[in-house]
């Protein structure tokens, strides 16, 4: 296959070729998980540092951590997301707290 029709691309695979570069990068979720140590105060301070809360919407996601075990403090690209998990896990460490954050992909786009 290696005469000139052969690299002469069809409507079908030029729209395939097109669809694929046009994909939506995946989206990750940064959740906080509760624990029976951290102060309420700490982890609404990382939800104004890190996430950009204000305070009255930081104080309703840590009672919702706090009440249901977890949740999430928003979406973001890969390396965006694993850049907040490891600053708000060094943060609490630092602070010697138990706080936990971590990521999972999002199933929405
Ligand atoms: N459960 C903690 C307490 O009672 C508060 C807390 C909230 C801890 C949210 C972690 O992600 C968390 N002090």
Known sequence: MSNEISRVKSPAVIQQKAAEKLKLPKRFKVLLLNDDYTPMDFVIIVL?????????????????????????????????????????????????HPLLCKMEESDIN
């Open 48 to 96: 104004q540092k890190y996430f950009f809360k204000e305070y009255s919407q930081a104080v309703k996601i840590m009672l919702d951590v706090h009440q249901k075990g977890r949740a999430i403090c928003g979406v973001y690209t890969r390396d965006i997301a694993e850049t907040k998990v490891a600053l708000v896990n060094d943060f609490a460490k630092q602070h010697e």
